[in-house]
Structure formats: C-alpha cells, structure tokens
C-alpha cells in the first residue's frame, strides 16, 4: 500500500519496514493490514505521509503525518510521532504521546494526552485526562488533569473534573447541560367542552 525506502528496507521484514515519500490521494488502512500486528497497523518512526488516512483498525503512528486521520469504526489512534491535522474515531480512544498541532480530537470514549496538544477542541464521549501539554478546549464527561498538566484554554465537563497538585493551567471552566429529550405520554385525563357551559372546558375521567 505505502511506497518503502529501498536501500533502508534491506534486512527488514514486512511489518518493519517504514513509509516514505509524500502521499497525495487518501490512505485507507484496513483491518486486515491491523492483523500483522496483532489488530494495529503502526507506522514507524521515520515515516512522513501526507494527506488524509482511514482507518478501520486500530493505528499507532510513530512517524510524521500532514494529514486527518479518521475512522468511522471504534478505532483506537495512538500518536508517539506528530499529527498535523484532525483526529476522529467514532467509538474508539485517542492517546497522544507525542504531538498534535493545528488540529481537533473527537473520540467516542476517552482521550489521553501525555504529549502535547496545540490545537483547537478536544471532544470525548467518555473521559478527558490531560498530564501533558495542552492549548485549546477540552470538553467531556469527566476531565481530569495530572501533576504535569500545564496549559490553557477552556473546560467544559458534564459530571466531573479533578486538577492534581501541581497543575499549572489558566483555564475557563464550565458545566455543560445534558441534552433534554422530549417524552410524549397520555394524559391522565381527558378533556371536553361542556354543552351546558359554552366556552368553559371540564376534566372527565
């Protein structure tokens, strides 16, 4: 799928060898590349791509992407290189150990940032938890923010949120409201106009 280094590749097997070169069309990743490794296609330090990547297993990229790295399965992301770009699993987890810059997260469970975040919103259906670097807004069902988090930006959580000692953060914090769902049911009574009484409405059981 991806074009590999010629001479650096010699003495590698399949699932060792790195990416290179620049790619301009989508990269699809799929879940029967993931089964190499165990479920998770991992690119390699070294590699540069750039351009959008899809995935349908999970990823681990060790290497540099100029790119959005999307999955419309419960994909897991786990960045240990750098991203420049958007990150969106619909039902799966993102960790950045390394970095992602100029870009969002949106993820169906959790996010973890141990690295740095230097982009715009982090949104997750599950938990925030930051001990790393951030600049931007976190928003989440519970936010939790370690000994090493330093940063700014904004927080919005909807059940709960901790800062450990140590914390260096300037933040805006709010609660967010859960979104209201509009039940229709019977009444318990019903309602008729009375022929004696015009223009005067009795409750009949």
């Given at each position: 799928m991806f074009k590999k280094r010629g001479a650096e590749s010699e003495g590698m097997n399949d699932e060792e060898q790195n990416v290179s070169g620049i790619r301009e069309q989508p990269v699809e990743i799929t879940q029967e590349e993931g089964k190499?490794?165990?479920?998770?296609?991992?690119?390699?330090?070294?590699?540069?791509?750039?351009?959008?990547?899809?995935?349908?297993?999970?990823?681990?990229?060790?290497?540099?992407?100029?790119?959005?790295?999307?999955?419309?399965q419960?994909?897991?992301?786990v960045i240990k290189g750098s991203c420049t770009g958007n990150i969106e699993t619909k039902g799966g987890n993102v960790v950045?150990?390394?970095?992602?810059?100029?870009g969002n997260i949106i993820a169906g469970r959790d996010v973890t940032i141990s690295g740095k975040f230097d982009g715009g919103?982090?949104?997750?259906?599950?938990?925030?938890?930051?001990?790393?670097?951030?600049?931007?807004?976190?928003?989440?069902?519970?936010?939790?923010?370690?000994?090493?988090?330093?940063?700014?930006?904004?927080?919005?959580?909807?059940?709960?949120i901790s800062i450990a000692k140590g914390a260096k953060i300037e933040v805006q914090i709010s609660r967010g409201q859960k979104e209201l769902k509009l039940v229709k049911s019977e009444p318990d009574h019903k309602t008729v106009a009375s022929k004696k009484d015009e223009g005067t409405i009795k409750a009949v059981k």
């Open positions: 190499k490794s165990n479920g998770v296609n991992k690119i390699l330090r070294g590699s540069k791509l750039s351009g959008n990547i899809n995935v349908t297993c999970d990823l681990e990229l060790s290497g540099d992407v100029e790119g959005n790295i999307i999955s419309e419960d994909s897991s992301i950045i150990d390394g970095k992602l810059s100029k919103e982090i949104r997750a259906g599950g938990r925030v938890y930051i001990n790393g670097e951030f600049n931007g807004k976190l928003e989440g069902h519970d936010i939790e923010l370690g000994e090493k988090a330093h940063g700014k930006g904004e927080i919005s959580y909807m059940e709960t």
